[in-house]
């Protein structure tokens, strides 16, 4: 039998006061920074992992495949299973097979996808008059010639559409500093063809959320995202009805949320992600920070 709806409202209280029945984690900026776990990130994995409460990672870039991310994790000291996490490859890879299936396409992105694409067999080609759909992603090879492809293939031959992988400006690092996003790739065709996005398939849009609760068997209204974005993270659980956490150790700020209109809000704002657990149960474990 569910529960009550766990969601409440936004604002209501400074932390969440009891546990969640599964949480959806993104990683960079929310787990982990570079190659360092955030502050308390690791207990609270294990505890809810201890506490049999599924945890679940999301992430929207693209240049690592979820095989990668699961090494990372081992690395850090973190075992992960490969189903438990889902990115944009993944779900680039499943929308174009169910929505545009037999479509030739023109990947600008890096090796994971590009493999991705091949190991589902997408067609791919790099002949404007051949492509359907250029996918626009976060490519840190992108180059003219790869502009002049898309161009042709979406403003002289008329038949291209274009998506993208993830709506990312950028990818934050360590010390303050990121590297330019998906987001650049897609503006810059955009600008010299004229042609507007027609699918984003990276948070917000609620196909993410799916993935990453496939095989999840909880009321999505009683799991929580957390995340260090409010317009891909905390969006797309906006755009679910899903409980949200906003942590403040990645991109966006405190400032940044309440600016926002209520119901665009975070459900909670957290300095550190380990305070999902309620203070009660922290005291009882006794985690002092
Ligand atoms: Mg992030």
Redesign the pocket.
Known sequence: MPGPVLSSEPGDSVEPDQLYDAYVF?????IYLGEEFLPGAERLVRELRRRDIPVRFLSNNPTKDPAQYAEKLDRLGLPTPVAEIANTVVVMVRWLLEHHPGKTVYPIAEEPLVRALAEAGVAMSEDPAEIDIVIASYDRAFEYRKLQIAFDAIWFHQRAILVTTNPDRYC?FPGGRGEPDAAAIVAAIEACTGATLAKNVGKPDPDMLTAALAGVDVDPRRAMMI???LGT?IQMAVNTQMASTLVLT??STRAEAEALPEANQPTYILERVDHLIPAPLRAELGWTD
């Open positions: 993104d990683l960079d900026g929310t934050p995340g260090d974005r993270d990645g991109d």
